[in-house]
């Protein structure tokens, strides 16, 4: 099921960066009772699933179709944080993504 194409128009709300900024044409929705997790309740107790949608132009290599004809990337975050609105912790998020990059970014030998 294509959870993404059902969220109703008011349940996007504008994403943010990780300075509580506004970021242009970039949106944010919860989808956790749109899905099936229930087994995956049973391991994480309290899992939540956020998606976030921004305009993208150029499109990454592995965009899928419904991508490429709304010109829109789309991404899912899974948490377990019971508390927060749902544009922070998506920003939270993808502020630890960058941390994790560097961390295993393989080093330059000098």
């Known amino acids: 099921m294509n959870t993404i194409g059902v969220v109703p128009a008011g349940a996007w709300t504008a994403g943010i960066d990780q300075n509580g900024d506004t970021v242009h044409d970039t949106f944010v ?7 099936d997790l229930d087994g995956w309740h049973d391991m994480i107790s309290g899992l939540r699933v956020i998606v976030l949608t921004s305009r993208c132009t150029p499109l990454p290599q592995r965009a899928t179709e419904r991508e490429k004809q709304l010109r829109r990337r789309y991404q899912l ?9 749902i544009a ?9 993504i ?13």
């Open 77 to 85: 975050i899974a948490t377990n944080t019971r508390h927060g609105q």
């Open 88 to 96: 922070w912790l998506d920003a939270r998020h993808r502020s630890h």
């Open 98 to 110: 960058h941390v994790e990059n560097d961390v295993n970014r393989p080093r330059a030998s000098a």
């Open 29 to 35: 929705a919860e989808r956790t009772g749109l899905l």
